[in-house]
């Protein structure tokens, strides 16, 4: 019984994460490990919309929920990292700026949005591929998550992003918007595929396929050669057939191990205003 009444002592946080087909997430288990070892009982919980069968148009029941409920901040992933910020009061730099919200803080009854994944990218980048040469990257998607990963991989000095998408639209916005942050010649987007793998230094695939429900490819793997590094956002399964066949291939490849880690540090100091461990918690995920 003591020890009960001791465990009420310590500070609460209660956060979720909103996606499609997240079951296999391991960033719940990411999230209350770290704080549990900060001494927080941390309680965070998968709201899956496919579970649920419901679509991103519940997002405002789910946000409203949310705050009636008591929670600190919720993560959107896939398919609803867009189509969040019409329902939000006010977006962090980065978040305007990408157009894409991955963190919602709930607070004082505001809904604040802001964007780790750009952060969470450049690091795990930083850290694994830090020596690639990157005057040409194709990126594949152009999706929430793939705007942030082009303005990291700009930041981080690649010369020109290649965006290719299967919406073409969607493409030409986020190439649109690279240009008039980053420069003219910075961003294109939809070449011919062959031709600017051909022409790269290195792919990134930043939508959903290699997931176990989307299997398969970005990239054909005729298109892949050992000069190319390939880099990949999918983290669960860990190992995405993109980067076995690259690895086949000869290429140097990063797994989005590092990126779902890291964007989750981030969200963390958002949630609990504490300054999470990064290297305890990439120690925690390869532990899963």
């Known amino acids: 019984m003591g020890e009960v009444a001791e465990s009420w002592k310590h500070p609460s946080v209660l956060a979720g994460l909103v996606g499609a087909g997240i079951q296999a997430s391991r960033t719940p288990a990411l ?3 770290e704080g549990a070892e900060q001494g927080l009982r941390y309680v965070y919980k998968l709201i899956d919309l496919e579970a649920l069968s419901l ?32 329902l939000l009061d006010d977006l962090s730099p980065d978040a305007a700026s990408l157009g894409a919200v991955n963190t919602v803080v709930l607070k004082g009854g505001r809904r604040i949005g802001h964007n780790t994944d750009l952060w969470g990218f450049a690091e795990s980048f930083r850290r694994e591929l830090p020596d690639v040469r990157r005057d040409r990257v194709v990126q594949f998607g152009a999706g929430g998550a ?8 700009l930041s981080l000095g690649a010369g020109q992003v290649s965006i ?19 420069g003219h010649n910075r961003a294109v987007s939809n070449p011919v595929l062959s031709e600017a793998v051909a022409g790269a230094d290195g792919v990134v695939n930043t939508t959903p396929v290699g997931m176990a429900k989307y299997p398969g490819m970005a990239v ?9 590094w390939v880099a990949d956002i999918v983290y669960f399964p860990l190992e995405t057939e993109l980067l076995r066949e690259a690895r086949a291939h000869g290429c140097r490849t990063m797994a989005g191990g590092g990126m779902a880690v890291f964007q989750a540090v ?20 390869q532990e899963m």
């Open 31 to 33: 999230h209350e490990r």
């Open 55 to 86: 679509d991103a148009g519940a997002l405002p029941e789910i946000l409203t929920a949310a705050q009636r409920f008591g929670f600190a901040g919720l993560n959107i992933t896939y398919p609803c990292k867009q189509t969040v910020i019409p």
């Open 146 to 153: 793939g705007a942030a990963v082009a303005h990291a991989l």
């Open 164 to 182: 290719i998408d299967t919406h073409e639209e969607r493409a030409e916005d986020l190439a649109a918007t690279l240009r008039k942050r980053f």
């Open 220 to 228: 054909p793997s005729d298109l892949l050669r050992p000069e190319l």
């Open 266 to 285: 981030g969200a963390f100091r958002l949630f609990t205003g504490k300054e999470p461990n990064a290297a305890r918690m990439l120690r925690h995920f």
